[in-house]
């Protein structure tokens, strides 16, 4: 069995081992997640963790963002990282993470998730390439299909077209 939880403080460092194995002891994705944390963009209720009898198995963050449209910031919610433990990798962990993070995220009133991720995945939960709504990234050189966004209102994401993600400071400075 498992559950989709709001991480606690209790949970961080076992968060952060979630984020380093998953990604291959690689630490970029863990320290992201701290410097998120630490920053106006964090959410407590967005950051979700999956939990089975072994304990905590999975951890996903959700956080704010900007899209700016001239001279105006709507804030937008992206997704990064998601981590699975690879021994539970395939499982449908990743899916419940995201599944409940886009309810809370459309529960909150945000107009929309973007991400940068695998584009034979995230389809599966509604995204398509953010240029199908006009949207750009500017701050990282990413191919068209893997910048994606799902809107979570009808039109939400289409009324901010021409406009640019803008990731928060978190996500360059570790």
Known sequence: MKTIRTETTADHEVVRQVNV????KREYE??????IRQSDSFIDSLSLVAESAQGII???LFSKASIVVGDTNHEVIVLAPIAVLPAFQK???GKKLIEEGLTRSRQLGFPGVLLIGHPE?????GFRPAS????VLKQIEVPDDVFMAVELTD???HALQGGELRYPAAFFDN
């Open 121 to 125: 995945y995230y389809p599966r939960f």
């Open 21 to 24: 194995e998953a990604f291959d």
């Open 155 to 157: 039109g939400a994401l």
């Open 58 to 60: 999975g951890h996903a």
């Open 132 to 135: 199908t709504f006009g949207l």
């Open 91 to 93: 499982q449908g962990v």
């Open 30 to 35: 863990a320290k992201l997640v701290e410097g």
